[in-house]
């Protein structure tokens, strides 16, 4: 089976974008490979985060994993920082990673801004973190959104440029796993921007432990036009991006969708929308208040993660470590 390898960081709620761009697809697909998924709160740390507020989030997001279907038969679920293999070959990449290629990570600009003084090196070098993720366990699949396209291109010019340097195939060329619908979920506020989990507004966003009047809530003052048609049209961002939520979520043509509200206005398009969010997110919530309420067990879980990796870990920074005269 082919290996499978992807992360999401505890910071902030994590919303419908992060569940229908990125792990809703590790579940679809998991039966398939042989997935390992990372709480990645080493990456968290790039940015000012409270101590109490990242360890809650690390065992939220582990729940949350669980909730949303990942079965430990399929799947090695595990806290990034439990595995020490991954900041060792941070060090070693950043080593072979021309400040060049990290200057043009979008990302980082955006974040980073012009305040280069105040923002820390952990983030510039961020990339070379996610790639050492990745390349540790020789991942051939990284199923993730469409805004970390780039980092895992980055990850296989990493890759490239250390095996032609050393002239043998130590690590193994990762490709990256979007999909067509809901790559790029869209804010509910400002629906030219991505839906964030840093963004100061609460609307913008759906989390997946809301509960239905919430929802109800944030689709109803969701933002459309003065138009009413229920269409998908690149001119109308609005209930284009609400649209697509519709169609991940249900599985149906973008044909069918618009004649099933042909005639119909936005009123009942949310409220259709709103039923089938809350009949995806109610289930999953269900069983993350149980997950939840089991710390140990939990915790027990990711320790065995943990150790079922390490050593594929372990195995790739000794081989790097000897090509590269260390140790
Ligand atoms: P993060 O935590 O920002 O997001 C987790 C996943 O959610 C996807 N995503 C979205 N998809 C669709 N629409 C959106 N609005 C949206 N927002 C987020 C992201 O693309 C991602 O797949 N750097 C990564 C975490 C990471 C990682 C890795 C991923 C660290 N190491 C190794 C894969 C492999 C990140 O910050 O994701």
Request: aromatic share 8%.
């Amino acid at each position: 089976k082919k290996r499978t390898f992807s992360g999401v960081q505890p910071t902030g709620n994590i919303h419908l974008g992060n569940y229908l761009g990125a792990i809703r697809n590790w579940v679809v697909g998991q039966a398939q490979y042989e997935n390992i998924f990372c709480i990645v709160d080493l990456h968290a740390i790039t940015l000012p985060i409270d101590a109490r507020e990242l360890h809650e989030n690390t065992r939220k997001l582990a729940a949350l994993y669980l909730a949303v279907g990942l079965d430990l038969e399929h799947c090695k679920l595990f806290v990034q920082s439990h595995v020490q293999e991954h900041a060792e070959l941070t060090w070693i990449l950043n080593c072979f990673t021309p400040m060049g290629w990290l200057n043009r990570m979008t990302q980082f600009k955006t974040k980073a801004a012009d305040d280069l003084d105040s923002v820390s090196n952990g983030l510039y070098s961020y990339p070379v973190l996610m790639a050492s993720d990745i390349l540790l366990y020789h991942a051939h699949y990284v199923p993730v959104g469409d805004d970390q396209r780039q980092h895992v291109e980055l990850t296989r010019d990493i890759a490239q440029r250390f095996n032609s340097l050393y002239k043998q195939p130590v690590f193994t060329l990762p490709q990256a796993q979007i999909r067509d619908v809901a790559a790029r979920i869209m804010s509910l506020s400002e629906p030219t921007k991505k839906m964030s989990k840093s963004d100061p507004d609460p609307q913008s966003r759906i989390n997946l432990l809301d509960d239905p009047k919430v929802i109800k809530k944030k689709i109803g003052r969701a933002q459309t036009d003065s138009e009413r048609l229920v269409k998908f049209d690149p001119q109308r961002p609005g209930i284009t991006s609400l649209l697509s939520i519709y169609q991940a979520i249900t599985g149906k043509e973008q044909a069918v969708i618009e004649a099933e509200f042909e005639g119909k206005g936005y009123g009942d398009f949310k409220a259709a929308l709103t039923e089938q969010l809350v009949a995806t997110l109610e289930p999953i919530q269900k069983r993350y208040y149980e997950y939840i309420n089991d710390m140990a067990e939990l915790e027990n879980i990711l320790k065995q993660g943990a150790d079922a990796v390490r050593p594929i870990a372990q195995e790739t920074v000794c081989n790097v470590k000897t090509v590269v005269g260390l140790g």
